[in-house]
């Protein structure tokens, strides 16, 4: 994700009284940084895949305890965007949950998922009922909002992304011939998918 996408925060934030907090994961590099230092890797399947824990569920889950004990608070209700139309595993989270993992002598912690039962339609009607507007990334076409060459993108989505980010398109596409190996799970050289999108003669 890009500074774009703090901008956009920033800018939703005067109509929400939400507090919004922004920061960064600590020191686990991720599977690109490593390639570019020479290490090589195998791609794996979705559901191995580093970035959920190491970028997303580790830094939110230590902001949330730091927050949580600077101000007193001994109950956390984590609230996640998934739906159980997105794929056949989301269809069978429970809407509410206590979490065992994240729970601790001195915290409760629930996962909560609002929008589990709701279309994509739904969701956004919801969005514009608030007052609120999409991320852009919606409104240039994405189906759903990601790293800009997820690896479990879809085809659309990663043309997107190729239109929108020439220069690190061809940073990926460089990094796969150099290493020898695909990052998308389709095993699908990024440069195949989206070939469609962009001139690959103006990335490479």
């Known amino acids: ?107 409760t912690w629930y996962e909560w998922l609002p929008v589990h039962g709701l279309t994509a339609l739904e969701v956004f009607a919801t969005i514009e009922n608030a007052g609120q507007r999409p991320h852009w990334a919606y409104e240039a076409g994405n189906e759903r909002l990601s790293c800009m060459f997820c690896i479990m993108g879809s085809r659309k989505d990663l043309q997107n992304a190729a239109r929108h ?10 990094l796969e011939e150099r290493t020898g190996y695909t990052m998308h799970q389709s095993r699908r050289p990024l440069k195949e998918l989206v070939a469609d999108a962009v001139t690959l003669t103006d990335v490479t």
């Not at 101000?71 to 739906?83: A, K």
């Open 1 to 107: 994700r890009s500074t774009a996408s703090i901008f956009f925060f920033e800018d939703q934030r005067p109509r929400s009284s939400v507090l919004v907090s922004f920061f960064r994961r600590i020191t686990t590099p991720s599977r690109i940084n490593l390639a570019q230092v020479g290490v090589q890797w195998k791609p794996i399947p979705g559901e191995n895949r580093q970035c959920t824990s190491d970028l997303k569920r580790g830094p939110i889950q230590r902001e949330v305890r730091r927050f949580a004990k600077v101000n007193g608070f001994t109950q956390i209700v984590n609230c996640l965007g998934l739906r159980a139309a997105e794929s056949s595993g989301r269809a069978k989270k429970a809407t509410f949950r206590l979490n065992e993992s994240a729970s601790n002598s001195i915290l």
């Open 165 to 174: 980010n020439p220069q690190l398109l061809g940073e990926y596409i460089e």
